[in-house]
């Protein structure tokens, strides 16, 4: 299971988008499931997965037309990596909610995970469309482009990495990110202009990590993929870059 898989935590706000067939908000049932369904958020947030579907499932059969039960019981078999179950469940979600942003996204990463690059793209495009703002779709959508690996995709995975960061100027992992596709395009002002902004938080950084961004800052740019790459790594192991990430990783 991919990375952001195991990180995602995806907790659709919940029965929000009662359909007709579901329980009258006046009615006990109502109320059981609205009791059921906020309990399985809190128990996904505390690694309670077992009790989660229990009560999850519950839900689906008081309010089975509400599409975030299903898109969290989607989340559950991703994350014990039942991909059968996971695609009958959000493909469940979807035909309820067929351009909700976050059921497009966790359809998206379950794609990646089942290795459906085409797939994943298609899901995580109309995530973005859904919601220009979500800043998980786009940088879910800018790493699988960035694997792509040619020139159009790796430009425009550039261009979705500066719309995070016009939200999140300062977002670490977004500019270790956008030096490594800079460098990848060989586009050398992009390239120093992003470096700067490291340096600029560089001085709480381990010595280590400083040589390595020099080594960075000295590189041609169209050698400069490797330098990013190791400065990326050894940031990993630091706190700063960790929430930063989990910005963009992080569900919920």
């Known amino acids: 299971m991919t990375r952001s898989i195991l990180l995602a935590l995806f907790v659709c706000a919940g029965l929000a988008g009662c359909r007709p067939a579901d329980p009258d908000p006046s009615s006990e049932a109502y109320r059981e499931a609205v009791y059921n369904f906020f309990s399985a958020l809190a128990r996904i947030q505390a690694g309670e997965d077992l009790g989660a579907e229990e009560r999850l499932l519950r839900v689906t059969e008081l309010a089975p037309a509400e599409p975030a039960a299903w898109a969290n019981l ?51 495009r109309r995530a973005v469309e859904a919601d220009p703002e979500n ?9 699988l482009l960035r694997d792509r690996g040619t020139p159009e995709a790796t430009a425009e995975a550039l261009r979705l990495i500066d719309r995070i960061l016009a939200r999140q100027p300062d977002n670490l992992a977004a500019l270790i990110e956008k030096a490594r596709l800079a460098a990848a395009l060989g586009d050398a002002e992009t390239l120093r202009v992003t470096v700067d902004r490291l340096a600029a938080q560089a001085e709480a950084w381990p010595p280590e990590a400083r040589e390595h961004l020099l080594a ?13 790459a190791f400065l990326e790594n050894l940031l990993r192991r630091e706190a700063a870059y960790r929430e930063d990430l989990a910005a963009l990783e992080d569900e919920g």
């Open 74 to 124: 989607g989340l559950l078999a991703l994350r014990r990596n039942d991909l059968e179950a996971a695609a009958a469940r959000l493909e469940r979600a979807r035909s309820l909610a067929p351009d909700a942003g976050p059921v497009l996204l966790l359809s998206g990463l379950m794609e990646q995970v089942r290795g459906n690059a085409d797939a994943a793209e298609a899901y995580l």
């Open 135 to 143: 800043l998980h779709a786009l940088y879910a959508l800018a790493t």
């Open 216 to 228: 960075l800052r000295q590189a041609p740019p169209d050698q400069a993929a490797q330098p990013a």
